[in-house]
């Protein structure tokens, strides 16, 4: 039977979907494999890094131990055998030393050895650039285990060189990475610059034997680290080889985990795709067959077709649609549609690019809803969105569409005026959007609901040339509007910023304007993923009688330059104290109150004793204060304070690392120190994006941390990708104006008889 032109064109249409989506499983399938091959391969880059770390450690460790068995050599004969002894027994990285004078002939040993006498080769390095320390041969080796290490000494009298001789414990270092889940098939090789393979380690343990693999790539490669291929010359296995060619020494560590292994998810993947696509072409083919046969003779068979077609014609629309919407959710705030932080600063930032090549300035309005949060408490959140919703409304149909229009969260927007000319016209636009926005809004449930909005302007370039600066800016004049009444607008002025203070004005008024005009505000630090409030960081605050509120970046300076800081943190710890104490009285479960200590306060010698005095004072269980130290700070620490801060831990008080990852503490270091947690530094989330490969040094550090017992709490969460990434990640807390911002005393109470309701209901 021959086919019609419209069952040809049917049964063609049929082939190309099933070619169409053999070949979309195709690339799905090769991208999955790309995508396992790529995540095993950062572990296994990361790995092959901390290898070469920790070899390289090691060998230095050889070289300090020469300079030490120099130093002993220059002492009495008698005392030099004994403390060289006690120097190897005492370290678990070498089992032996030995001492050969310029000849190769045994001098001294710190036990019995079989090698009594060095050969004339051995006594050259076998690869260029390696001349302070190499690795004698197989031959010489006394045992799999012990890897001999030559190092020269300083020449004699005669014109030869001395040497020293150092057996590494292979199996000390490398059982550090033993109980690795490395996988059945995957190894670590520690090679020589020659392409000696020296030892590995495997799932079964230390493993001495001539290499499987050619290392030529390794060898011929002048790249420090780098990943290639390897083919076990045994089982012709293919194999993914990461390697790190050490900085200081001629050595190689090279990881390596067949692919095979790896693929292993992938491969099962992969035949549950292809059957699931085969199933789907056999069941095509057969109901075109079907198609076919029935449009032979009915034409019901042609509209039903055309109805399928126009279905999936809908169907791909929709998913069209929805890809937009997605795209649009990304960049947009949910509740008012303006555009969010991110977004915001991104366009903000590009138009003041272009201002600047073209001369002009630009505006930015940076505008607080007054009296909101008591909007929000009284008629409850949903009227708020609304409130929120017709602002945003308000704003939209009132500014140009080259004006850029940004939601940063709760009831802060900020605007950019673009191509402005005058000053007159910013004003006037200011005054514009006062008496606009401060309209009742009657179509909120007809309650005719009225605010105000305080409104601060920083202008480009005069306030700033970046974007980050004018909202900062922006924001400062906004807190001089809300002091000057609410309901009004102000120009950031230069003179009430904090680089531009009367300091010495303000240094004459501060000793006597601490006791009544410092206070503290508290700031939330929530659990995850319940969201629950774990503690509250007290964050001082100067209540200045001309200035308002001082925030500590314009305080603490002040104070550290007058030597106030032990006073202040005095007053910052008896304040929290009291707030302690008035959450016991009203019956608020308490939750601990962090107070941060600044290098001088911790180097005073008295501070142990007036926190015992405080605690007594005030009669508080100390697991409800804690303190928070600065990772820089921490660094400087002598001996006395480091034993202050355990005798502080074991009396009950908590103790956090802060801003940690900002100068680099080791690992080892903070498992020495008595800290139960650590605060990111904000250079860790600022940038993050909610993507997966966004900040891979954030879940590591996370990871190690954990791993050494700490909890991982993150510091200045500003928008909903960071707090998906970092729970993604495994945060233990966050803390930050997407939650909260510094309260004080009376909005603090409202916030916590807010959130108690919340976890009643």
């Given amino acids: 039977m021959s086919l019609t032109a419209p069952q040809m064109g049917v049964a063609l249409f049929a082939l190309l979907m099933i070619g169409v989506v053999w070949l979309f499983t195709a690339h799905q399938l090769s991208d999955s494999r790309e995508r396992a091959l790529a995540r095993q391969g950062a572990a296994m880059a990361n790995l092959s890094f901390i290898v070469a770390e920790n070899l390289e450690q090691v060998l230095d460790r050889a070289k300090t131990l020469r300079m030490l068995v120099h130093d002993i050599q220059q002492r009495e004969q008698a005392r030099e055998n004994a403390e060289m002894a006690s120097l190897i027994l005492s370290d678990p990285v070498f089992n032996r030393l030995s001492l050969y004078d310029g000849r190769g002939r045994l001098r001294y040993n710190t036990s019995p050895s079989t090698l009594l006498h060095l050969e004339s080769e051995w006594q050259h390095s076998p690869a260029k650039g390696a ?70 380690v495997d799932q079964s343990g230390l493993v001495i034997e001539s290499g499987r693999f050619d290392n030529s790539v390794v060898l011929d490669s002048r790249l420090h680290h780098g990943r290639f291929n390897a083919r076990d010359f045994n089982t012709g296995k293919s194999f993914l080889s990461f390697f790190h060619r050490l900085e200081s020494f001629a050595f190689v560590v090279v990881v390596r985990q067949a692919e095979n292994e790896i693929l292993a998810p992938h491969l099962e993947q992969r035949s549950r795709y292809v059957l699931t696509v085969l199933l ?99 008629l409850g959140h949903k009227v708020g969105d609304q409130l929120l919703q017709a602002v945003s409304e308000r704003l939209t149909s009132s500014l140009r569409e080259s004006d850029i229009i940004g939601r940063f969260g709760g009831d802060e927007f900020v605007v950019m005026l673009t191509g402005v000319k005058r000053r007159e016209d910013i004003e006037l636009k200011a005054r514009e959007l006062v008496t606009i926005l401060a309209a009742p809004y009657i179509e909120l449930q007809g309650s005719g609901l009225g605010t105000s909005p305080s409104i601060g302007i920083a202008l480009s370039p005069q306030d700033g040339m970046e974007i980050e600066t004018l909202v900062k800016h922006a924001d400062m004049a906004m807190y001089t509007a809300k002091r000057a009444g609410r309901g009004r607008y102000a120009f950031f002025d230069n003179a009430l910023n904090s680089h531009e203070l009367d300091t010495s ?83 608020v479960p308490i939750v601990p109150v962090a107070v941060n200590l600044g290098l001088s306060q911790l180097q005073a010698a008295e501070l142990g004793e007036r926190i015992e005095i405080i605690l007594q004072r005030y009669d508080i269980d100390p697991a409800w204060l804690e303190l928070e130290i600065n990772e820089r700070d921490l660094q400087q620490l002598a001996s006395e304070q480091l034993d202050l801060l355990h005798q502080l831990q074991q009396h009950g008080l908590g103790l956090t690392i802060d801003d940690f990852g900002s100068s680099g503490l080791d690992p080892e270091q903070i498992r020495r120190l008595p800290f139960s947690r650590i605060k990111l530094d904000r250079a860790f989330i600022r940038d993050i994006r909610n993507s997966y490969d966004d900040n891979v040094l954030l879940s590591a550090t996370i990871s190690v941390a954990q791993r050494l017992g700490l909890k991982v709490a993150a510091k200045g969460v500003e928008t909903p990708d960071q707090l998906v990434y970092l729970k993604l990640s495994g945060c233990d807390e966050v803390q930050g104006h997407l939650f909260s911002r510094a309260m004080n005393a009376e909005e603090l109470n409202q916030y916590r008889q807010q959130t108690e309701q919340e976890l009643a209901v």
């Fill in 131 to 200: 001349d302070d320390l190499w690795v004698l041969p197989r031959s010489a080796w006394q045992h799999p285990w012990s890897m001999p290490l030559l190092l020269p000494e300083v020449p004699e009298a005669d014109g030869g060189n001395r040497f020293m001789l150092l057996e590494l414990d292979l199996g000390y270092l490398l059982r550090l990475y033993q109980n690795l889940d490395l996988g059945a098939q995957a190894s670590i090789h520690i090679l020589t610059a020659a392409g000696e393979e020296l030892a590995q």
């Fill in 280 to 378: 789907l072409s056999l069941v095509v083919l057969v109901g075109v067959v079907w198609l076919l046969w029935m449009m032979h003779g009915r034409e019901v068979q042609l509209r039903a077709l055309e109805y399928s077609e126009q279905r999936n014609h809908a169907l791909l629309e929709r998913l069209q649609r929805e890809h937009r919407q997605t795209l649009e959710a990304a960049s947009r705030d949910a509740l008012t549609g303006l555009y969010n932080r991110r977004l915001f600063l991104e366009l903000a930032h590009s138009h003041l690019l272009g201002a600047k090549r073209q001369g002009r300035f630009a505006a930015v309005f940076f505008i607080d809803l007054d009296r909101f949060k008591a909007i929000n408490d009284t």
């Fill in 505 to 587: 004005g303000l240094a004459q008024q501060l000793p006597s304007g601490m006791a009544e005009q410092l206070c503290i505000h508290l700031q939330p630090r929530m659990s995850l993923p319940d969201y629950r409030v774990t503690g509250f960081e007290a964050l001082v605050r100067w209540n200045h009688p001309e200035f308002g509120l001082l925030p500590p970046s314009q305080l603490l300076p002040l104070a550290e330059s007058l030597g106030l800081m032990p006073a202040l943190a005095r007053q910052v710890l008896q304040q929290a104290c009291e707030q302690l104490l008035q959450w016991r009285a009203d019956g």
